[in-house]
């Protein structure tokens, strides 16, 4: 992990192979996404944030999800679900409509337009991917997955209750 500390130009030591691990993790997400986010915004003038609405609302089929159930399936916690909701129906990609038994409930729903957008870019979605981990193996992307895995089972909530 040494190479750590040259690309952030860290000279002095971690505290803990924790802040390092950790420290390793943030800057590998973030160059990682670093692409992606540029090819969204330039390429289909959608944010990661977008995407990722989009996809969940793909997944939903016709049933629609309700901002609570969008939030709870984000990958990067957007404070403002309501906003973001409103920017992607403001570009036709999803629509709002009241739930018929219950009027008070607002659920959201793709569009042709959104499922277009989607289709057209599954093959970049895959090479994507495939690119930005091509550096592992199968069988070490599997044993990453599972260790990514291990970390978020583990946490405990912060700051811990009484201490």
Do not use: C
């Not at 939030?71 to 909701?85: E, F, H, K, Y």
């Not at 607002?106 to 870019?121: A, P, Q, Y």
């Not at 592992?136 to 970390?151: D, H, S, T």
């Amino acid at each position: 992990m040494s190479t750590i500390y040259h690309e952030i130009h860290q000279t002095k030591p971690f505290r803990s192979l924790e802040e390092e691990v950790y420290i390793a993790i943030r800057l590998t997400a973030q160059v990682v996404d670093q692409p992606w986010t540029r090819y969204l915004r330039k390429t289909e003038g959608i944010s990661s944030s977008q995407y990722n609405l989009l996809r969940i609302l793909r997944g939903s089929g016709a049933d629609g999800r309700t901002m609570r159930e969008i939030s709870d399936r984000m990958i990067n916690r957007d404070p403002d679900v309501t906003r973001l909701a409103d920017r992607t129906v403001k570009l036709g990609l999803a629509r709002r409509m009241r739930d018929t038994e219950d009027r008070r409930v607002v659920k959201l729903f793709i569009t042709e337009k959104g499922l277009d957008l989607l289709t057209r870019m599954d093959d970049a979605v895959l090479k994507f991917l495939k690119q930005s981990l091509a550096g592992l193996p199968p069988k070490r992307l599997k044993l990453l997955g599972e260790l990514l895995g291990e970390v978020r089972a583990g946490l405990k909530p912060f700051p811990m209750p009484g201490g």
